[in-house]
């Protein structure tokens, strides 16, 4: 053997922790995309997205103002309640049924356990994340609005953007359902992968035509600006799946959806809760939980206003750190855990 | 009762009782109706703080509970069949309608202890902010009947202007439409009073009032803002002919909605009262608008404010009956993630659909997307779903008790007995039969 | 004279299990016909997936056979007369775990209809029988899988069935366990209960079954009785004790002499189960002591209410 070409103690360690991470992660993502949970939800979300603008009865002085607001709350909501519940599932699924025993047995530290269930979820989180981001691209342009520069102007709803964003759920179904009867498909994957490929489509369809239904490829027939505001909503669901998959590893589902509840409305009042006049214990509570309100900015997109790609940045990399600092925690808690 | 059944609830309640969950939310419950009123600034006024108490607190806890409700309901017994612990009831010799029956006999009882809890705590928050002040809430001590004036009947007045509007010549659809826009709109008919002009009005009462406390008559003008400084009305109760009356003057229309105390001793034995309203505003002044059926009332003080609570807490627990129903039905016709998110739907379906029924306009809009051509479809189906739904749901969600309390309003006898038969008994019995049938045909499989 | 009907009856029983769209996905049993008379113990063996736990559930009509009969007490299986006089263990003891091993029997009785002072009697003697009298007062979560089954023997007998069901009853118990389970079933059979037993450690089978059906691909491959099927009619066994060497060689020549070949001798052995209880007995002082019955289960037969026939 030519000791050259073989590897290097460091990059077979690396390989050796690797595999098994990625292993890890890829199962629990398609364990966690199967929950019928996760298609329902994500399902619900693009279908309470599709109807805001046909309930449109108030512009709050700004065309598309309502389809935004409402479909980044659908996200934020259903998702937070996605990522926390599919985080604590995640883990005391497999602790409760025996197949973490059965994990834990194999070359795979704890530490990569916990890594690798939150990698899973993560990705999950990312899939339900597009499908609303998609369906409220196509939401937003679909409201009500005045059109047309040449000319009168006319007032339209891009009806057939509309009729797309409606047909998407049910095409998907029907989809999935035929996969399901041939090659017997995951349904539930299936589903979900369908409705972001149909989605897509809608959206490459919404670049190239304008809301009169000329062909016009331009980037304003999307309101992109509503990509960095998601973008932090994504932040928002991967830190709270951070924290649920920490305090999985020692409380059980309904203490870590409890302990998930609070820290998001502490987090949401962080501002009040760091002043001056607060005693130490809110203020101490509020410099270490995280700030929920520096990711919740839709009111930042009001009267054509946008958010600098610097701040998008800087918030992610606050979620980021916060969300390892929280599973270094649960990776302790994990390490003297007895798993019986 | 079967033992059967009193055991399964008993079982139902234990575990309940015994469930951390439960223990939680319990908590949750607790702060709220104890952490909310401490919170609440309410308007500036003792009496409005008392009104926010009752309605916030009990609101909020109230949904709470309701969601609660709906998913435990849910989880009941598909819970049961995913954990495989329903295969050794199903194989005793227990019908499928007394295992669901029990089931929601437990259920039912768990949300009665938290819900008389929550009453509980909420009332004595009340009671001692009444201590606090209490003149300025003495009128939220006694809940009083709503009397609205007598009228003519609503169908009839629907048919009279049907015809008057040509209706029976008009083809079907459009004498369908005509008879919902009447139904929609006659409710809200303002009358006009230009000055110099008498409008009276009578109420008729099954019982006189209590002479010792105030007669209240509740006004809400449609007075277009400009006119209020110079608008002034001379008003006058009566009672029997030749009996006693109390004359006032209203010249305060800053709000479109208040409330006139009156001294009821003039009127010892009357059940029969009219009231009169003289426009003695200036000559520049434009007419008094007010809304007869919606916007005028006599309110006769008669039960204490304790009566009134529990009359809430009953119209409440026949709502929470009804919900739990609906999730056991769920839970015996799909999975636990299914089921709940089916209900959740349906619920939040409801109360959209309720709330866009209740906003007159945003009816119209949706109604008048439907002549529209094909492109709104979508709106059509929209508006018919809010329709079926708010007319399936009416029934149920009629009373409205918190609304109630806040106003020191009487829950009617009526409408108690109505929610409690058709929300605790007929519709739950529906959803049992349902739930059976379910569980009847489902296997429950290795 | 009439013959008594019997007990459980199938005839021509299939079961094809379905995906979402109706497809036929697996043929769990294939045509079963089997009958259990009153008062037999009959056991249904079979490998893994031949459809043992899908035939009781057929029976007690948890699943719905997709062609044939069945018929138990002479009724319906779903019935729920018919139910009052069946006691069930199933092979996975799902209990409510929230509940003591007391509330769980009370809880059951309470489903049967029986009365405060029977279900507290009846409790109190179930426990004492499968041992659990001083678990008596923890959550059946906390408890062993040994300790669970327990539990759930208790249940499948507080009724005093006429007809017990267990599917898989020594599965995950321990040879003493086993021992337990075993004299209880032979009491419970010398009591008159007629009892259909699955499962697939056939040396419990052999000890207490009257017959036996051998279920494998879902079609029943052998039955009858335990003697009839096992016993060898063209050799014998002959077990002396108290012999000498001389005397044994003697007895070894004069069969080679008669039948013309070499006989085999040997010294037979005691089974591994009983070897291991005796040293477990005699570690424990526990020699020769019977599993205890509760009381009302060792009287006369009775129906299912616990009236007298």
Known sequence: MNPAAAPSRSTAARRAWRRPLAALARTTLTESMQQPAVLLLTLGGVVATAFIPLLQFHEFGEPGRLARDGALAYQLTLGLVLAVAAASAAIQREIAGGTASAALSKPLSRDAFVAGKFLGVAGMLLHFWYALLAAMLIAERVAYRVAGTDGEPVGATDSRAQAFLLLAVPLALAVAGLLHNRR???????????????????????????????????????????????????????????????????????????????????????DPLLAPSRPLPARLAAHLLPNVQSFWLCDALTGGGSLPLSYVGGACAYAAAWSLAALALGMLAFRHCDIH | ?????????RLTLREALRSRIVLLFGILLAAVAGGLPALLKGDGTPAGLVRMTLGYTLGTAFGLLVLATLWTGCALISGDIATRTLELTRVKPVAAWRLWLGKWLGLLLLDLLLLAGLYAVTGLAVYHRMRQAPEATAVL???????????PALAGQIEQVFAREGGPALPAREQRDLRRRLRRELPFQPAALQRGQQWDWRFSLDAPPDPRRPLWLRFQFDTDAYTRAIVQAECRLTGSPGGGHVDFVLD????????RPLDAAAFAGDTRFTLSVRHTGEASSGPLMLQPRQGLDLLVPRIPLALNLLRAAAVQASLLALIAALGLALGALFSLPVAAFCATGLLLATMISVFVAGDPDALEELREARRAPFRNLAATVAAETTQALTGLAAPALAPTPLRQLASAEQIPPRDLCRS?????????????LLAAAALRRRELAP | MNTPPPVIEIRGLRKTFRDFWQRPTVAAVRGIDLSVGPGEVVGLLGPNGSGKSTTIKLLLGLLHPTAGTIRVLDADPRDTATKARIGYLPEVTCLHKFLTPAETLHY??????????????RTRELLRMVGLEAAAGRPVGEFSKGMARRVGLAQALINNPDLLVLDEPTSGLDPIACREVKDWVRQLAAAGKTIFMTSHLLADVEDICDRIAILCEGQVRAEGRVQELLQRPDAVNLTLEGLTEAQIEEIRGELARRTGRAVPCGRPRIDLETFFLKVIAAADGRAGAPAPTADFLAASPRTGDGAAP
Do not use: H
């Open chain 3, 108 to 121: 059951y009785a309470g489903l049967f209809g029986l009365d405060g002072p029977t279900t507290r009697a």
């Open chain 2, 420 to 432: 409690l038969v058709f929300n605790a008994l007929l519709l739950p019995a529906g959803c049992c």
């Open chain 2, 1 to 9: 009762m079967s033992r059967a059944v009193l055991a399964i609830a």
């Open chain 2, 141 to 151: 001590r006694t809940a009083r009947q709503q009397v609205k004036p007598d009228l």
């Open chain 1, 184 to 270: 017997r498909a995951r349904f539930g994957i299936a589903a979900l992968r369908g409705l972001q490929a149909i989605l897509t489509l809608g959206l490459l369809a919404a670049f190239g035509f304008d809301r009169l239904g000329a062909w016009r490829p331009a980037a304003d027939n999307l309101d992109l600006r509503l990509v960095p505001v998601s973008l932090l909503i994504l932040a928002t669901l991967t830190l709270f799946a951070a924290l649920a998959t920490a305090l999985s590893t020692r409380l059980k589902g309904g203490a870590t959806l409890v302990v998930c509840s609070l820290v998001l409305a502490l987090g949401l009042a962080a």
């Open chain 2, 252 to 259: 305060d229309f800053s709000t479109r909605r208040f409330e």
